[in-house]
Every structure is written in C-alpha cells, then in structure tokens.
C-alpha cells in the first residue's frame, strides 16, 4: 500500500511507520548495511525505510526483563498479502 501511494503521489522514498504493540523485537529486512538505521526496501522503484516504534510501556525494570523475544521478518512477510 505505501508504494501505491508513493507512485500516486510520483514520489521515490516512502516511510512506513509499525507501531509494535508486544513485547516482542522485530528484525526488519534491509537493502542497506546491515544494523544501520532506518532499514529500507526497494520495492517498485520506491525506497520504502521502516520506521519501527515500540509502544507497549515495559513491565519490568530493563536489569529484570531478560532477554528479549525477537521476531524476524522477511522481504515477503512485508510484500505478500498472503504470508501468513
């Protein structure tokens, strides 16, 4: 969908922003350097960063949290409706 509106608007970068209501880290897939900040796609002649956001408050001090459940999302995850 943010590419569509990139080519209705006739723009090449787009931003899409996933506001991540768990507790969960989510990886991103990147055409850029790995671990550098914003993560982007080409998709379409569009470069699309994800912006990601964690919006659930901690429940626990970050020394008691322990290690953090990441969740690894690919080009298709992002790309097929029908990825489940």
Known sequence: QVVKYAHDYGQ???YLVIYNITDKLLELPTDGTP???PPY???SGVRV???HVRVQPPTTTASKAGK???VTLTHADLTN???T
Do not use: K, S
């Open 68 to 70: 953090a459940t990441r």
């Open 41 to 43: 796609t080409e998709l």
């Open 35 to 37: 671990g550098a900040w």
């Open 12 to 14: 090449h970068t787009a």
């Open 49 to 51: 960063y994800f912006v």
């Open 81 to 83: 409706p029908d990825t």
